[in-house]
């Protein structure tokens, strides 16, 4: 069973940084691939970003690219998300997730595995 903590979430400004960081235990994270989501009041989870279980494939949402990076540590195994260039839009809870495939991907319902998520919101 894969447990998943997210950390790293908190108030910023328009325009300001945060590093969300998901650290992972329980499973063999190094087969896992991982991705972040995110989901605003009142709106559906969306994916963010994702990343196959080497980093060698990140994938994001046209409506992060070039602002967030996404990577990972497996002697660590953790998973990070770097945010730039915040926007108020960008304000929800953002979760990690695993999947039981060396591969990542977009869609959530390939996920098996779910942290308890960690507030980000950005004041304009």
């Known amino acids: 069973q894969v447990q998943l903590v997210e950390s790293g979430g908190g108030l910023v400004q328009a325009g300001g940084s945060l590093r969300l960081s998901c650290a992972a235990s329980?499973?063999?994270?190094?087969?896992?691939?991982m991705a972040w989501f995110r989901q605003a009041p009142g709106k559906e989870r969306e994916f963010v970003a994702t990343i196959n279980w080497n980093g060698g494939n990140t994938n994001y949402a046209d409506s992060v690219k070039g602002r967030f990076t996404i990577s990972r540590h497996n002697a660590k195994n953790t998973v990070y998300l770097q945010m730039n260039s915040l926007k108020p839009e960008d304000t929800a809870v953002y979760y990690c997730?695993?999947?039981?495939?060396?591969?990542?991907?977009?869609?959530?319902?390939?996920?098996?595995?779910w942290g308890q998520g960690t507030q980000v919101t950005v004041s304009s």
């Open positions: 997730a695993a999947r039981p495939s060396p591969r990542g991907g977009p869609d959530g319902s390939l996920y098996n595995y």
């Open positions: 329980g499973g063999t994270f190094s087969t896992n691939g």
